[in-house]
C-alpha cells in the first residue's frame, strides 16, 4: 500500500487537481492499494483565518471574504465534475458551506475568535477540498468515500497545534481501514480531541497526516506531492540555483525542515522513522521526475552538504556577566525557568570563557523570556 498526500500548491484550482486526479489513478494502476491525503485549496486557509479574524472584529467584511471562499469552492466543482451531476454535488457542499456561515455568524455576534473556534474554522478548508476531490473521482468512475480524520487522528486539547496520541490513533487508522476497499480520500491537518473537540497540526500539518497513517497501516512509501522537485539545497524563493538533493536521511530531513525548509512539515518524519518507511517527495507538475527519498540509508553523496535552510525571525537573548564564569549550574538555571514558562528554545550557545550563554527564540516569547530570566538571576543581577 502507499499514500499520496497533495499540498494546496497542488489543488489550487481545476485544471491542477484534474492532474492530480491522473496521478492518484496512474498510482492506481501499479499499486495494491493508495490511500489519498489532501490540504485545503491553495490559499483557503489563510483566507478562512483572516474572515475570522474580520468577523472577530465585528466588521461585515466577513462576509465578503466568505464569498470569495464559497466562490472559489464552487468554481472549482464546476470545473471539476460532469455537467449532469454538479446540481447533486452542490447540495452537499453548500450544507457544508452553511454551516461555516452560521459558525462565523457566531464569531460576529460574540466578536471573540478562540483558538478551539479557529481549528473549527480551519477545518472546513480541508473537508470542503476532500469533499469535492471526492465527487470527482466519483465523476470518473472511480469509487472514492470522503474520510473525515477527525475521527481517525486523536490529540490533546492544545488547539492550532495539537499533540497526537499516537497510541489512540493507530488504533482507529487500523480499524477504519480492515474493510475498506475504496479509496479513501483523506482530510489533512485536522483531528480531534476525546471529546470530539475538532484541533489541528499546525500550519502545513497536512504532510503529518499522511505520515501518521501511512506508518500505522505499514504502507511500504509515503509520496507527498507538492509543487517543487523535491527537498532543494536551499528555498528557491530565496536561491535561484537551488537544485533537488535526491537523497535525505530522517535525520537530515528533520533539522532542515526544523530550519525552515517549508517543503515538509518537521514531526512528517517520526512516524515515518519509526516504522522504517520511506518518504518521497514528488512534484505535481513533473511527475516523472523521481524527486527526493528520505530514508534510513543515505545514497546521495555528491556533496558533504546537504542544504541550507533558515527561518526569518527569531530573538536571540545573550546572558552575559563575569559572575557566570566557573559557576556550575547556571545553564540548568538559565534552561530550566524556560522551560518550566514552556519557551522553548531554537539554538544554544556558550562561550568556552562561560562568561556568555546565547539562546535562539521564538520573538513572541522576548519578553516573556527575558522577564524571566531577570526573576531567575534577582539576587545576581542585586548583586552586579
Ligand atoms: P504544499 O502546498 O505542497 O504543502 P508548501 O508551500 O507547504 O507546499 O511547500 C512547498 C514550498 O516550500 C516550495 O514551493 C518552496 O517554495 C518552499 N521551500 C522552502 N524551502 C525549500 C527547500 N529547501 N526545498 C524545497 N522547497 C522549499
Ligand atoms: N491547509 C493547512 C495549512 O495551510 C495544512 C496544510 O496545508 O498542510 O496550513
Ligand atoms: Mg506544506
Known sequence: MKILKFGGSSVGNAER????????????KVNKKVAVVFSAFQGITDLLI???????????IYLTSLETITNKHKTILRDLVKHENYNEYEVIVERRLNE??????????????????????????????CQIITFCFNDKNIIAEFCDARKLIKTDDNYNN??????????????????????????????????EETTTLG??????????????????EIEIWTDVDGVLTADPRKVNNAFPVLNLSYEEAMELSHFGAKVIHPPTMYPAMVKQIPIRIKNTFNPN?????????????RFRIKGISSIDEVSILRVQ????????????????SLAVAGINIILIS???????????ILPKYTAKAKKIIEQEFVYEIKDG
Open 162 to 195: 495539537a499533540k497526537v496520541d499516537l497510541l489512540k490513533t493507530n488504533i482507529k487508522i487500523k480499524e477504519n481501514f480492515e474493510n475498506k476497499t475504496n479509496l479513501q480520500v483523506i482530510t489533512g491537518f485536522i483531528s480531534s480531541t476525546v471529546n
Open 321 to 336: 556577566g563575569p559572575g557566570m564564569v566557573g559557576v556550575a549550574g547556571i545553564a540548568k538555571r538559565l534552561l530550566g
Open 50 to 60: 483572516e474572515t475570522g479574524n474580520q468577523a472577530a472584529l465585528g466588521s461585515n
Open 17 to 28: 487537481i484534474k492532474n492530480v486526479v491522473d496521478i492518484v489513478i496512474n498510482s492506481l
Open 350 to 360: 556558550q562561550a568556552s570563557s562561560e562568561h556568555s550563554i546565547c539562546l535562539a
Open 289 to 301: 521526475f523521481v524527486g527526493t527519498i528520505i530514508g534510513a540509508k543515505n545514497t546521495d553523496f
Open 203 to 220: 500550519r502545513g500539518g497536512s504532510d503529518y497526516t499522511a505520515s501518521i497513517i501511512g506508518a500505522a497501516l505499514d504502507v511500504e
Open 100 to 129: 461555516l456561515y452560521e459558525l462565523l455568524q457566531g464569531v460576529f455576534l460574540i466578536k471573540e475568535l478562540t483558538p478551539k473556534t479557529l481549528d473549527y474554522l480551519m477545518s472546513f478548508g480541508e473537508r470542503l477540498s
